[in-house]
């Protein structure tokens, strides 16, 4: 190969301190550091997928801005041969792609680490570090002598960049070639095309930078049948298998690609075989609002209904979540919780709107909320929902944030018992009431405080035919009086206590040896607590577990904070919410709990739990410099 300038020919990848460079085996984090709208998210992925398909496990994270194209943007892949899910901290080799965040992009390399950067343009050292191990490839320089479309350069590029990876990596280009005929099948010249352009990258680096990386990618058979999914694709699939067929919704980031989702879905599975009509109602509201109040209609009409939105759009639904909470009506909301208050950070991460969604609206009111841990459970409680909030007859909430909603996880295959029979609660049927049964539509007839329904039109004189938020008897008319009103709020209580046996139970894991110490934790935390949960077991620290799966809590969760001196709660948000909710829900004093609380709008690592609880018990371990701050 011939070099025009000085600034292409390869750089050094030993730096002046001569740090030991990084050595690992499918054990390491890359992270790209690209422009928003450059065309380098398909490139990235195509990246993540190459190495699943060599059997090795790896979670991505997609870090990207709220703004419009030009912003950075970040895409980061732990590959984990142990099959750790969750981020782990730190970078090991960073692919530099964006001038705007070079000086932020080389502070979070790990010593040792690898800066993978074009090198049509000399660095200034002022910009570098002693501990860290330069990768130039003159990417743009490539492109630019192979292709003169301007498009087509910058398209190239990402993908150039990716082949240089591949051979530094020892990924197999074969695997490349395989994923983009699949992607590309109808468009046989962009196959060719993009392995040129995968095939120039590997060149340069097999030829000039063959020892430049001890980071290598070798062939498993860890990955075995999961798949890899976005939590949003997931649950708007469960809604179709949990019998949904109304969906309104207002678009906001990041739950708009769930009601997408149930779209898609739903033109595959609820259209008619007979008339082939639609078996299902999509409604883009003018606002959350409206969406939650149609959403309100059609659960009092009988349908299975759900919205799907954010903090912000919550918010605005407060009064009508209250009309649903005490008039009994079944509704799901799908809450993808993301950094606040006010617009906060559109695309970021937080588990901060628990109190919001327990308590929403005004006056007394408690809401069921489910914890999904991954995609999986996504799918599973997106399900279960609507067997809860009809059973109940009641607003569901099943609480995912930006991290599992908007990002590619990997988990089992969804299961399905197709013999599986909806649950639709206490509903009196016309037989029933043109037999005179007593029906009292806010009437407890067997102790658990789950009055009958019935469904408007079931019978031309008798049940219900509308509602109304107002204050009312056990038979639904309208009374003022103390005795009546306190009488039915009493039930509301008796009812959230029934739920206790019907939301999802807390997981339990016993440590290795007897733990005075206990860790609760929930949703997308569970992957970085897995991990942190092995590595101080390592160190001697031993923690008893609980991952909770849904408020109301039930009541080992009360035994479990009993049986230990001290219980960690972990959590992503500013307030110890969490925590608050059990304190006021199980009467806990609030100093048998000890927060661990990561809000900065980033998916919590193992490191940062692994640090906090050791730096709380005193125990000696070695701190990385993410974890010490």
Not at 165 to 183: G, N, V, Y
Not at 301 to 320: C, H, K, Y
Not at 549 to 557: G, I, K, L, S, T
Request: net charge negative; with cysteine; proline share 5%.
């Amino acid at each position: 190969m011939n070099y025009a300038t000085a600034e292409e020919r390869p750089v050094s990848t030993r730096n002046s301190a001569m740090t030991p460079m990084i050595s690992a085996v499918n054990d390491f984090v890359v992270k790209f550091s690209n422009v928003n709208g450059s065309g380098s998210a398909s490139a990235n992925e195509l990246f993540a997928r190459s190495i699943m398909r060599m059997g090795v496990p790896l979670v991505s994270r997609n870090i990207f801005p709220s703004n419009c194209q030009g912003m950075p943007t970040w895409y980061e892949v732990r590959i984990s041969g142990d099959g750790w899910l969750g981020r782990r901290g730190g970078v090991d080799l960073m692919v530099a792609m964006n001038p705007q965040t070079w000086e932020k992009d080389v502070e979070t390399i790990d010593p040792g680490g690898y800066l993978f950067y074009d090198s049509i343009k000399l660095l200034g050292r002022h910009k570098l570090r002693d501990d860290i191990h330069l990768i130039g490839v003159p990417v743009t320089s490539i492109s630019n002598s192979n292709y003169t479309d301007p498009r087509q350069r910058q398209l190239f590029k990402n993908i150039i960049y990716v082949g240089a990876l591949a051979a530094l990596l020892d990924i197999d280009l074969a695997i490349f070639e395989d994923l983009l005929s699949q992607q590309f099948e109808s468009k046989q010249k962009l196959i060719a095309a993009n392995v040129q352009a995968l095939q120039l990258g590997a060149d340069y680096v097999r030829t000039l930078l063959p020892n430049a990386c001890k980071l290598k990618v070798v062939k498993s058979d860890k990955v075995g049948d999961r798949i890899f999914i976005q939590g949003n694709d997931a649950a708007g699939l469960g809604a179709v298998y949990g019998g949904a067929t109304v969906c309104a919704w207002y678009p906001i980031t990041p739950s708009t690609s769930l009601p997408e989702s149930f779209t898609a879905n739903a033109k595959r599975f609820r259209i008619d075989p007979m008339t082939g009509e639609n078996n299902y109602a999509v409604v883009q509201a003018e606002d959350e609002i409206a969406a939650i109040g149609m959403v309100i209609g059609a659960g009092w009409n009988g349908a299975r209904a759900f919205t799907a939105t954010s903090g912000p759009g919550v918010s605005l639904m407060q009064e009508f979540l209250g009309l649903a909470y005490f008039a009994e009506i079944p509704a799901v909301i799908f809450n993808v919780q993301r950094g606040g208050p006010s617009t906060g950070m559109p695309t970021r991460t937080q588990q901060a709107d628990i109190l919001l969604c327990a308590y929403a609206s005004h006056g007394d009111t408690k809401h069921v909320l489910l914890f999904p841990e991954d995609p999986r459970e996504s799918f599973e409680f997106a399900a279960a929902s609507f067997d809860i909030a009809e059973r109940l007859q009641t607003p569901v909430f099943v609480m995912m944030d930006l991290d599992i909603g908007m990002n590619d996880w990997l988990c089992k295959p969804f299961e399905w018992d197709d013999a599986r029979i909806y649950d639709r609660g206490k509903i009196m049927g016309y037989d029933a009431l043109e037999a005179g049964t007593d029906f009292g539509r806010y009437l407890d007839v067997d102790g658990d405080a789950i009055p009958f329904r019935t469904l408007p039109g079931t019978h031309p004189k008798r049940g219900a035919f509308f509602t109304r938020g107002t204050s009312r008897d056990r038979y639904a008319r309208y009374s003022e009086e103390g005795a009546v009103y306190v009488d039915n709020m009493q039930r509301l209580l008796r009812k959230f206590e029934t739920a206790k046996s019907i939301v999802p139970r807390p997981v339990l894991r016993l440590a290795g040896e007897k733990a005075k110490y206990g860790a609760i934790y929930f949703g997308s935390t569970s992957p970085a607590m897995d991990e942190a949960f092995a590595a101080l077991e390592e160190i001697g620290v031993h923690l008893d577990t609980l991952r909770l799966r849904a408020f109301p809590f039930a009541d080992e969760v009360v035994d479990f904070i009993h049986a230990h001196n001290q219980v960690f709660v972990i959590e992503q948000n500013r307030d110890a919410q969490m925590q608050k909710l059990l304190v006021n829900e199980c009467a806990i004093d609030p100093a048998r709990f000890i927060s661990i609380l990561h809000y900065d709008g980033t998916p919590i690592t193992a490191r940062f739990i692994t640090a906090a609880i050791d730096a709380r018990l005193g125990v000696n371990t070695p701190r990385t410099k993410e974890a010490a701050e």
